[in-house]
Nanobody, 125 residues
Framework: QVQLVESGGGLVQAGGSLRLSCVAS????????MGWFRQAPGKEREFVAA??????YYASTVKGRFTISRDNAKNTVYLQMNSLKLEDTAVYYC????????????????????WGQGTQVTVSS
């Protein structure tokens, strides 16, 4: 029902910035309950940032450097990534969470029924 398409990944120098975009389509979703996850080579996918009930949530590894935002009219969620580090290198995925006004554990991947294809972010020295 929901399609998510990420874009904006690429190669960037350490200390630089990138902005990822995720355009959502379909009826069974809310742009207010969206998350970003990432998977580094040889590692499991991990939580990065999310919206839930109008609040922003961040993994401790990115808090203060990354910012999640949205444009409801465009059905688009963004992830602004500043002060990038080598360890930020990963495939970044956006995910649509449950269509609810209630709280849910935003860092739990099983809470998200829909996922994008991912976009590669590579940070170089």
């Amino acid at each position: 029902q929901v399609q998510l398409v990420e874009s904006g990944g690429g190669l960037v120098q350490a200390g630089g910035s990138l902005r990822l975009s995720c355009v959502a389509s379909g009826r069974a979703f809310t742009v207010n309950n969206m998350g970003w996850f990432r998977q580094a080579p040889g590692k499991e996918r991990e939580f990065v940032a999310a919206f839930n009930r109008g609040s922003d949530y961040y993994a401790s590894t990115v808090k203060g450097r990354f910012t999640i935002s949205r444009d409801n009219a465009k059905n688009t969620v963004y992830l602004q990534m500043n002060s990038l580090k080598l360890e930020d290198t990963a495939v970044y995925y956006c995910a649509a969470g449950p269509r609810t006004d209630s709280y849910y554990p935003v860092s739990v991947q099983d809470e998200y029924p829909y996922w994008g294809q991912g976009t590669q972010v590579t940070v170089s020295s």
